[in-house]
């Protein structure tokens, strides 16, 4: 696991998060995470893709296999078909072999997912992560949670129900653009940091702080 976030920018998210609380009810999670998916799937899809397409080449091609097969026997004749057929499935299997385990080890293989892909296991992921760090944690179900994974370049927000009746998804966008552009400009705990002060904003216009509050969840910034 990655890891993004130094011990002075975990401490500034965990302020940031600390300091919008003063003025709320609410409680502010964060959680930044490497992927939210293995994205095992699509590997076996590019996997078999380059199958098929290796076989239309061969077949658009018959002479490659031919010529493939004369080397491997060493020429000595015509090879046989089983040989061929034979030859065919090792090179099928070691270009599926190949292309399956060797997405997983590009650096870049996010921008080869489909960006449509990537958004619904990050939301998927971010859902999960809520039900288990926020969700009814709160005697007034007032939890909500800043999700950032770092290899799909995707965030989500997560709020409790409370939050969801009184605030309408739009409100969030302020939050997150101004997550998203810190971390363009390559200050992610920044952006955390500046993210959690526009929710924290939010939350004080629908739940300000009453004087029975207590801080039900930890502050501090989990990286996974």
Same mark, same amino acid.
């Given at each position: 696991?990655?890891?993004?976030?130094?011990?002075?920018?975990?401490?500034?998210?965990?302020?940031?998060?600390?300091?919008?609380?003063?003025?709320?009810?609410?409680?502010?999670?964060?959680?930044?995470?490497?992927?939210?998916?293995?994205?095992?799937?699509?590997?076996?899809?590019?996997?078999?893709?380059?199958?098929?397409?290796?076989?239309?080449?061969?077949?658009?091609?018959?002479?490659?296999?031919?010529?493939?097969?004369?080397?491997?026997?060493?020429?000595?004749?015509?090879?046989?078909?089983?040989?061929?057929?034979?030859?065919?499935?090792? /090179?099928? $299997?070691?270009? @599926?072999?190949?292309?399956?385990?060797?997405?997983?080890? *590009? =650096?870049? #293989?996010?921008?080869?997912?489909?960006?449509?892909?990537?958004?619904?296991?990050?939301?998927?992921?971010?859902?999960?992560?809520?039900?288990?760090?926020?969700?009814?944690?709160?005697?007034?179900?007032?939890?909500?949670?800043?999700?950032?994974?770092?290899?799909?370049?995707?965030?989500?927000?997560?709020?409790?129900?409370?939050?969801?009746?009184?605030?309408?998804?739009?409100?969030?966008?302020?939050?997150?653009?101004?997550?998203?552009?810190?971390?363009?400009?390559?200050?992610?705990?920044?952006?955390?940091?500046?993210?959690?002060?526009?929710?924290?904003? /939010?939350? $004080?216009?629908? @739940?300000?702080?009453?004087?029975?509050?207590?801080?039900? *969840? =930890?502050? #501090?910034?989990?990286?996974?």
């Amino acid at each position: 696991m990655a890891q993004h976030f130094t011990s002075e920018q975990h401490a500034r998210v965990t302020a940031a998060v600390a300091q919008a609380e003063q003025a709320t009810d609410a409680e502010i999670v964060t959680i930044v995470t490497d992927w939210s998916d293995h994205y095992h799937d699509v590997s076996l899809y590019y996997a078999g893709a380059v199958m098929l397409a290796a076989l239309g080449v061969f077949a658009a091609f018959p002479t490659m296999l031919d010529a493939m097969t004369a080397w491997f026997t060493g020429g000595w004749g015509a090879a046989a078909r089983h040989i061929e057929l034979a030859l065919l499935v090792v /090179v099928q $299997a070691l270009l @599926f072999l190949g292309v399956r385990f060797g997405f997983e080890a *590009l =650096p870049g #293989r996010g921008m080869l997912i489909p960006a449509a892909v990537r958004g619904r296991r990050v939301r998927r992921r971010a859902v999960q992560f809520y039900k288990a760090s926020a969700e009814k944690r709160t005697a007034a179900r007032v939890g909500v949670l800043l999700y950032l994974s770092m290899a799909e370049h995707r965030a989500e927000i997560v709020a409790d129900e409370a939050i969801v009746g009184a605030v309408e998804d739009g409100v969030w966008g302020v939050a997150m653009v101004a997550l998203i552009d810190r971390i363009r400009d390559g200050d992610p705990a920044g952006g955390m940091a500046a993210a959690v002060e526009r929710i924290g904003a /939010v939350l $004080a216009t629908h @739940f300000p702080k009453t004087h029975s509050d207590t801080n039900e *969840l =930890p502050d #501090r910034l989990i990286e996974l």
